[in-house]
């Protein structure tokens, strides 16, 4: 999954920013998406993810609120055999919940850390969102205007981190110039 001294792409620094923020108390790095297949990926997906979602809280991909967004991901670590209690989230700033992102983050024990992601993983897609891509251990994730980056990282990724121990990380983030409901 790790590929110790390898290049991570801006997306994987992205996660890896975020994770190291969040264990060091400093707040959330926000991922910028700006891949030239965005476009026709978002609008493909809103038709292919309205059809698809199951979950009561988000009716349609298009509709995907910022609150919907966050039960999803909370369902999906839920599913994966994680109290959401156990990780951080950082989505109030100044007092104020960010209606543009949510983020989660929790230390595991490292072989817990890539089956707990697949379980939450198959939880996301049962709920409609749709897997874009793989890189580098960081997986990107769509729905409706929302994107999602997923990434377990252990401690040669993040040095901060025990030997033994594993990061796993759910950063989403609303895409500006979407301000439909």
């Known amino acids: 999954m790790h590929r110790g001294t390898g290049l991570l792409t801006r997306h994987g620094l992205a996660v890896l920013a975020a994770a190291a923020a969040v264990l060091t108390g400093c707040g959330p790095a926000e991922p910028e998406d700006d891949s030239p297949a965005k476009a026709s990926a978002s609008a493909s997906a809103s038709a292919s993810a309205s059809a698809s979602a199951s979950a009561a809280h988000t009716p349609r ?4 609120t910022r609150d919907s967004v966050e039960a999803d991901i909370v369902a999906a670590i ?3 055999g994680i109290d959401p209690a156990v990780g951080r ?3 109030v700033r100044n007092g104020a919940k960010r209606p543009d992102m949510f983020d989660w ?3 595991l024990k490292a072989p817990e850390a890539e089956p707990a992601r697949a379980a939450a ?3 996301l897609e049962r709920l409609g969102w749709r897997r874009l891509s793989e890189r580098n251990g960081v997986h990107r994730y769509e729905k409706g ?3 999602l980056l997923s990434a377990a990282m252990g401690a040669e990724a993040l040095p901060s981190l025990q030997e033994g121990s594993s990061a796993l990380s759910f950063t989403a983030t609303k895409r500006e110039g979407d301000d439909a409901p």
């Open 61 to 64: 991909a298009g509709a995907a």
């Open 78 to 80: 839920r599913k994966a």
């Open 89 to 91: 989230s950082t989505p």
């Open 105 to 107: 983050i929790a230390v």
């Open 121 to 123: 993983h198959a939880e």
């Open 145 to 147: 205007d929302w994107s």
